[in-house]
Nanobody, 123 residues
Framework: EMRLEESGGGSVQEGESLRLSCSSI????????MGWYRQAPGKEREGVAT?????????????SYADSVEGRFTITRDVGADTLSLQMNSLKPEDTAMYYC???????????WGQGTQVTVSS
């Protein structure tokens, strides 16, 4: 069974930081694409950051970010621990949302989603 488990959400003040983690369990693919999405109340789910690795034999990878988080958020992946992280600095109230981890095994079209972790930023 393949599943994702997120952790690290919470409530912080504007300007503070949080680190989200997503543990991938049961994934056997070497090439891997993963990402973080978020959804605020009354809004559509939006992409936050993506991470694409190109095989266990290669250290090459690519990342991308939404304009709204560029320079403040950093996405990383620990291959050995099968963990995807999102370091969020200089948080703003508009970052308040439920954050979801998503995986595309083998960078294909199949998607696996985590249950989400809540991030709340107060001004």
């Amino acid at each position: 069974e393949m599943r994702l488990e997120e952790s690290g959400g919470g409530s912080v003040q504007e300007g503070e930081s949080l680190r989200l983690s997503c543990s991938s369990i049961g994934f056997k693919y070497s090439a891997h694409c993963m990402g973080w999405y978020r959804q605020a109340p009354g809004k559509e789910r939006e992409g936050v950051a993506t991470f694409a690795s190109y095989g266990s034999e290669s250290s090459a990878y690519g990342t991308s970010y939404a304009d709204s988080v560029e320079g403040r958020f950093t996405i990383t992946r620990d291959v050995g621990a099968d963990t995807l992280s999102l370091q969020m600095n200089s948080l703003k109230p508009e970052d308040t949302a439920m954050y979801y981890c998503v995986a595309y095994p083998g960078c294909g079209t199949t998607q696996y989603w985590g249950q989400g972790t809540q991030v709340t930023v107060s001004s």
